[in-house]
């Protein structure tokens, strides 16, 4: 069994939601980090589990504070525990999710897929999405080059996102100058 390739596909059942970022206090209370677009709904897709699937966490959000939740943990006790779990990722079950409309894509269904411009030509495959508070943007693994260049996710800028052909269409890189 590739074991590679089993994580993969684990992953793709999964999607990040969040994120430990320390602890809160001396009574075992974590800081959370909520990847979701209203914070608080991240306890909606609970349990939630690490990675490999092989730890979950249920918790109780005490208060949201301006960058983070703040939460009681099951099983978690001091605030040494909470400070273990700093910067793990907290992923939810994708079953779990609503379905997205047209034009809609969930983050980790555009990881992955090729890039190609309106010419045909291969350009490299989708990274990563972020946003720094100006829009979505692509971060492409260039394969001419072997950066990472950033694509703005626009309409203008990507017209074709084909899920099922493992895809995505830009507007050729060239034209910019």
């Given at each position: 069994?590739?074991?590679?390739?089993?994580?993969?596909?684990?992953?793709?059942?999964?999607?990040c939601?969040?994120?430990?970022a320390?602890?809160?206090?001396?009574?075992?209370?974590?800081?959370?980090?909520?990847?979701?677009?209203?914070?608080?709904?991240?306890?909606?897709?609970?349990?939630?589990?690490?990675?490999?699937?092989?730890?979950?966490?249920?918790?109780?959000?005490?208060?949201?504070?301006?960058s983070?939740l703040?939460?009681?943990?099951?099983?978690?006790?001091?605030?040494?525990?909470?400070?273990?779990?700093?910067?793990?990722?907290?992923?939810?079950?994708?079953?779990?999710?609503?379905?997205?409309?047209?034009?809609?894509?969930?983050?980790?269904?555009?990881v992955?897929?090729?890039?190609?411009?309106?010419?045909?030509?291969?350009?490299?495959?989708?990274?990563?999405?972020?946003?720094?508070?100006?829009?979505?943007f692509l971060?492409?693994?260039?394969?001419?080059?072997?950066?990472?260049?950033?694509?703005?996710?626009?309409?203008?800028r990507v017209?074709?996102?084909?899920?099922?052909?493992?895809?995505?269409?830009?507007?050729?890189?060239?034209?910019?100058?």
């Amino acid at each position: 069994m590739n074991v590679e390739h089993s994580k993969d596909t684990m992953l793709a059942h999964l999607i990040c939601v969040g994120a430990f970022a320390g602890a809160h206090g001396v009574h075992g209370h974590v800081k959370i980090k909520s990847f979701c677009a209203s914070p608080e709904a991240l306890a909606t897709y609970q349990p939630l589990v690490d990675e490999t699937n092989e730890r979950q966490f249920k918790f109780r959000i005490v208060r949201q504070l301006e960058s983070y939740l703040v939460a009681e943990v099951e099983g978690l006790d001091t605030r040494e525990e909470a400070q273990n779990l700093r910067g793990l990722r907290l992923f939810a079950h994708r079953a779990r999710f609503p379905k997205v409309e047209d034009d809609e894509f969930y983050h980790a269904d555009l990881v992955g897929l090729t890039i190609i411009d309106t010419t045909g030509q291969t350009i490299g495959t989708i990274k990563a999405v972020s946003n720094f508070g100006a829009g979505d943007f692509l971060e492409i693994e260039n394969h001419k080059n072997g950066y990472s260049d950033p694509i703005p996710f626009t309409r203008a800028r990507v017209p074709i996102v084909d899920i099922a052909r493992g895809q995505v269409v830009v507007e050729s890189i060239q034209a910019e100058g």
